[in-house]
């Protein structure tokens, strides 16, 4: 299998980042298949630390770099976030990174109602990033959306835009806001066209070529498999399909190109936004992996949500996702804990449970049964090898392993891209 893709396996945050980026420098290509510039990826290389949202992590090893179809885009947010790269020296030109032209366009019309929508919901929000994620993805099953490829057809818009106000008007009229300013709208697009237009091209085309070439492509994902609009927590989810399989549908690359699916996995549970999270811990242990953690969101600047590791749901996103083996990140969190606890099946109602279940309501409701295990007294922070590891620490992982079906192929140790230590190279196996 030569390529591999990485997704989350919870709810995001895993560390997805830091091991794209370990990966990238033996990788032909790197690309994002889905979600937006809600995500929040973050790499530390020696005394640099570089977060991205839209761009690919492959961007700061200057590995060719792709933005799938089943992204969706803000351009602004794209101009800015490149800006903000380069000033941090990292080359971004047209040799090493393109988007898919098919690609939909976030605008400030799903902003807007991104925030709208939240602020009407009140405490039964969904907690979004306010990206305007979930709107541009409306619009693009709606087949309303304005995508890459239009920006180089301007004059053609009219009657694109003509649906895409006709629905938005209704919406905004609804919240008592003004219709859309279209002529506004149409003089930013005419504006910021050039610049996303510079690296547009048919990236089916490109990595289908790579492919052939027998090059490696490194897939990475977005999110986390409990926020998939399918299988997640649904409602409390994001609008995208963030399990494997979309590595295939959002870069234009069969399901027979995904190669070795690399899970990410923390070592305890984080969430951001609302919905159920049966581990949850609201006492003074939540507090402290929060703080050892560093559990504070890339892209909104929220505290995450802490727990303790909760084995049913990563077996769950591991089968869901056809994981084929996991990086286990921030085992250096754990370090010095006493006891450590694993959620091992769930209560609800009376009935023991090996899997979460689909109603909002049961997931709210089940209690996590627990096994408790001893901590370890010694530290795995910047650890590179496994016999750098305390014996307690590798039972946790063995455990951690065991519960949830799936090999371990990586685990990470620190923020730092060679704190890693690897049992089985996803690219070769
Ligand atoms: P992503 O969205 O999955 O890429 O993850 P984020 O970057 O949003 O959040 C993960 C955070 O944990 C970042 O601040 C990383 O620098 C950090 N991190 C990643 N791996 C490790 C690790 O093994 N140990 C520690 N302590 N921090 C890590
Ligand atoms: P990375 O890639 C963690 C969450 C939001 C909210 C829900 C819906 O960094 O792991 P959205 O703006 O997507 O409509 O919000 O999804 N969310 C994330 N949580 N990590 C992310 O990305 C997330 N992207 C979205 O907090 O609960
Ligand atoms: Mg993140």
Not at 206 to 211: I, K, S
Not at 326 to 350: P, S
Request: hydrophobic share 40%; charged share 25%; net charge negative.
């Amino acid at each position: 299998m030569a390529n591999v893709t990485v997704i989350g396996a919870q709810w995001g945050d895993e560390g997805k980042g830091k091991i794209v980026d370990w990966l990238a420098s033996r990788a032909d290509a790197v690309v994002r298949f889905q979600g937006g510039h809600n995500a929040g990826h973050t790499l530390v290389v020696g005394d640099q630390v570089y977060k991205l949202s839209l761009l690919p992590s492959g961007i700061v090893t200057g590995t060719l770099s792709i933005i799938g179809n089943g992204v969706v885009l803000d351009p602004w947010a794209l101009k800015a976030e490149i800006e903000k790269l380069t000033a941090q020296g990292v080359e971004i030109d047209a040799d090493n990174f393109a988007i898919a032209d098919n690609c939909p366009l976030i605008l400030p019309l799903h902003r807007d109602l991104d925030g709208l929508r939240e602020q009407a919901a009140g405490a039964g929000k969904i907690g979004t990033t306010g990206r305007g994620i979930g709107p541009a993805y409306e619009d693009k099953v709606g087949r309303r959306a304005i995508r890459v490829c239009d920006l180089a057809h301007l004059d053609a818009l009219d009657s694109q835009l003509d649906r895409l106000c006709a629905h938005h008007d209704a919406l905004r009229a609804g919240f008592g806001q003004p219709p859309v300013d279209r002529e506004a709208l149409i003089n930013e697009l005419r504006e910021i066209a050039p610049y996303v237009l510079q690296f547009a091209q048919p990236v089916w085309k490109r990595l289908n070529q790579v492919r052939k070439a027998g090059a490696r492509i490194l897939f990475e994902g977005a999110q986390g498999v409990l926020l998939d609009v399918d299988h997640g927590t649904y409602p409390f989810v994001t609008s995208s399909n963030t399990v494997s399989g979309t590595a295939a549908s959002g870069s234009g690359l069969g399901p027979s190109s995904t190669g070795f699916v690399l899970g990410i996995v923390k070592a305890y549970t984080t969430r951001v936004g609302s919905g159920p999270f049966p581990t949850e811990l609201e006492d003074e242990v939540g507090q402290r992996l929060g703080e050892r953690g560093h559990e504070f969101g890339t892209v909104t600047g929220r505290k995450r949500r802490c727990g303790w590791f909760d084995a049913v749901l990563v077996r769950q996103s591991c089968a869901i996702s056809g994981v084929t083996g996991i990086a286990l990140t921030k085992v250096d969190v754990l370090d010095g804990m006493e006891k450590v606890k694993i959620c091992t099946g769930y209560r609800l109602r009376g009935k023991v449970l090996d899997y979460f279940p689909s109603h909002a309501a049961d997931q709210a409701e089940v209690e996590p049964i627990y096994e408790e295990m001893d901590g370890w007294a010694g530290t795995t922070a910047g650890a590179r090898s496994w016999a750098d590891l305390p014996a307690q620490a590798i039972k946790y992982i063995q455990r951690v392993q065991e519960l949830i079906e799936t090999p371990v192929a990586l685990v990470s140790t620190s923020p730092e891209r060679e704190d890693t230590i690897l049992v089985r190279d996803p690219f070769v196996d």
